[in-house]
């Protein structure tokens, strides 16, 4: 179980936030003690640090399994104007640039790892996800 200061501390030091909105850091206190935990939220009420806060406060590597591609990117540049590594994995990408994301995933600093769902039947991810240090993983935006 991580400590709330901790997870306190990493809101703080990543969103610049004094304190959770509602609910946020019961829901985040379920997902850090290991249990399956689903959350139902408006656009904008903050899923994605009930996610995100847990897995910077811990080792490895979160994925986040989304269908859309444009969450993709919108939570990716998010992330990285924060400074926190985050890559995705979806159609239209050279095999090339997915050996070298998974690679990094595996070898290196990568905190989040967002991939369509039709990428996970893939061999060479499977392969590789055994490899990496997986802290968490999220379903997002699964009603699609």
Known sequence: MIPREKLLETLKRHWGYERFRPLQLE????????????VLMPTGGGK????????LASEGVCVVVTPLIALMKDQIDRLRS??????????????????????????????FLYIAPERIDSEL????????RVSLLAVDEAHC
């Open 27 to 38: 829901t985040i206190e379920d997902v850090c003690a290991g249990r399956d935990t689903l």
């Open 48 to 55: 994605s640090v009930v996610y995100q806060v847990p897995a």
């Open 82 to 111: 924060r400074r926190i590594l985050a890559e995705s994995i979806h159609s239209g990408m050279s095999p090339r640039d997915i050996d070298r994301i998974l690679d990094n995933c595996v070898y290196g600093s990568v905190k």
């Open 125 to 132: 991810f499977r392969t590789r996800f055994g490899k990496m």
